[in-house]
């Protein structure tokens, strides 16, 4: 055997061993990491008319909140396998007759739905609805705006009131806090700037002490908008581009899920009120379009193409390949449920220790 002979074997068996170390370190990695959940069921309702935008876990199983026909709010109760057990269709009117389409819903504490919609057009009313748990109006209200409306985002307050969102025009953004009963507490605003012709609030959420987290946008840039419980603004800042979503986290902090155009990818950004932040890189490039804490102490995120878990500190434990999602939920058994393309409810296992 020549000496270039036994060089080239050399060099071979050199390259084999790194593939070997490098193959095991990678499946390390992923043992560390967990396991993709796989589905369990899906619900769907294409070719039905109805469109699915919220979901909520129950002591049954699920219930799920849209429209049906582009005009009735929907309102269903899945059991834990995916079987429809109850639904109803409500047709929402504001008193002079016009019709209302609900964009916005929550289900609270005790079993209610809280709705939020709008009558389509210029010189339009956003409106506001709470039902009991079998779909029965307690109360309504409705408010004329002079301009074109979106309504957000409704959510129930940790006094059982309700904080809500809404854009009139694309200069000015709402957030607006009631009473349990629908009473107008405070309201506060932002409003487009010379450099910032555009703004919207998307969403709002309680924050641990008592005030509030909203996710907004002026001009293409993502920001959070922290608000005292009486309504007074405490601070704003900005976090990347594009579509984003904040939920709270544990010790008076946040995680946002958003795109950053400079690592041309989707990141979490785990921070605190006192300005200290992290942010990890997700590996994939899709929409935001929502993230939940998890049981265990991490984060469920939602892209448009994928869903994905974290841990606490915001490393990927799971990720797992989807189409046209539009929201993920983490689950009690530890895996999620996630909605996709409006029409499809699917539940992943619960595996996946979240």
Not at 189 to 204: A, R
Request: aromatic share 12%; net charge negative.
């Amino acid at each position: 055997m020549t000496f270039a002979l036994r060089l080239r074997k050399v060099y071979g068996l050199l390259i084999l061993a790194a593939i070997l170390v490098a193959s095991f370190a990678s499946e390390t990695a992923m043992a560390a990491s967990g396991h993709e959940p796989v589905q369990e069921w899906e619900l769907d309702f294409s070719g039905t008319g109805i469109k699915i935008f919220e979901i909520y876990e129950t002591d049954q199983g699920y219930t799920i909140i849209g429209t049906k026909n582009k005009q009735q709010a929907f309102l269903a109760r899945l059991n834990a396998e995916g079987s429809v057990m109850w639904e109803k269709t409500l047709d929402l009117r504001t008193s002079d007759g016009n019709q209302v389409v609900v964009t916005a819903a929550d289900y609270t504490r005790d079993g209610e739905y809280l709705l939020g919609g709008t009558v389509p057009g210029y010189d339009s009313y956003y409106y506001i609805a709470r039902t009991d748990a079998d779909g029965i109006i307690l109360w309504e209200k409705e408010e004329f705006s002079r301009d074109y409306v979106e309504f957000n985002e409704i959510r129930e307050t940790f006094d059982q009131g309700i904080i809500y969102s809404y854009n009139s025009g694309q200069s000015t953004a709402y957030m607006v806090k009631l009473d349990a009963t629908g009473d107008d507490q405070w309201k506060n605003e932002l409003t487009m700037t010379k450099y910032d012709p555009n703004v919207s609030i998307e969403s709002v959420r309680p924050a641990a002490d008592g005030g509030y987290i909203s996710g907004a946008f002026r001009s293409g840039s993502y920001m959070l908008w922290k608000l005292s419980a009486s309504g007074q603004s405490e601070w704003i800042n900005y976090y990347g581009d594009g579509i984003g979503w904040a939920v709270p986290a544990p010790n008076n902090g946040y995680a946002i899920v958003n795109y950053d155009r400079w690592l041309n990818q989707s990141v979490l950004i785990i921070g605190q009120f006192n300005g200290q932040q992290l942010t990890k890189e997700l590996g994939m490039n899709g929409t935001a379009r929502s993230i939940e804490s998890a049981l265990a102490g991490g984060y469920l995120i939602g892209l448009s193409n994928a869903v994905i878990a974290c841990d606490a500190q915001g490393n990927v434990t799971w990720s797992k390949p989807t189409s046209l999602l539009t929201k993920a939920l983490p689950t009690h058994d530890g895996g999620a449920v996630y909605i996709a393309s409006y029409e499809k409810v699917v539940k992943l296992t619960g595996s996946s220790g979240l």
